[in-house]
């Protein structure tokens, strides 16, 4: 008795489909939970989400988002992410990310900083230079707990340049 079981077809009943545990389907992400920092934006300080980001401006400080962050290949990001999933395509000169899920670096981006990640993708043609090390869910509730409690003790300070 298979999937595809000719008594099945011929009963007019449709086959069954065995459920994955280890997978899920992409989530129809509504346009109007996304947030954006647009190119030619600038944002300093602590940033909380529990949707989707796309920052195609410059981010300075800590992002605690808890689904996606795409990064496009113009953007600037320096401080610490932490998110579910990340797609990184720009560049980042000091930092760290801490990902439950996958962190992906595009072709083209430049990151000198801290890896922490569950998956990691590396596209040909990404620079990489930092430490980096896989973690597990609990390892990035730790990291993620501790930098709720640093946010709410002390949200960050822009840098002043004297």
């Not at 009963?11 to 939970?33: H, L, R, Y």
């Not at 795409?70 to 999933?85: I, L, P, R």
């Amino acid at each position: 008795m298979g999937l595809f079981d000719n008594n099945n077809l011929k009963s007019g009943a449709k086959p069954e489909v065995p459920q994955s545990t280890s997978f899920s389907a992409p989530k129809t992400v509504d346009i109007n939970e996304v947030s954006r920092l647009a190119m030619g934006s600038c944002f300093k300080g602590d940033l909380v989400l529990d949707h989707d980001i796309r920052i195609d401006g410059t981010f300075e400080g800590r992002l605690f988002c808890g689904s996606r962050v795409v990064v496009g290949e113009k953007a600037v990001v320096n401080g610490e992410v932490y998110s579910t999933v990340v797609d990184f395509g720009g560049t980042m000169e000091h930092g760290k990310f801490y990902v439950k899920d996958a962190l992906t670096l595009q072709s083209g981006c430049k990151v000198k900083g801290d890896l922490n990640f569950h998956r990691l993708q590396v596209e040909i043609g990404a620079s990489y230079s930092g430490a980096c090390q896989m973690i597990g869910e609990n390892e990035f509730n730790q990291a993620a707990s501790s930098l709720k409690a640093q946010m709410k003790q002390a949200p960050a300070q822009p840098e002043t340049k004297e």
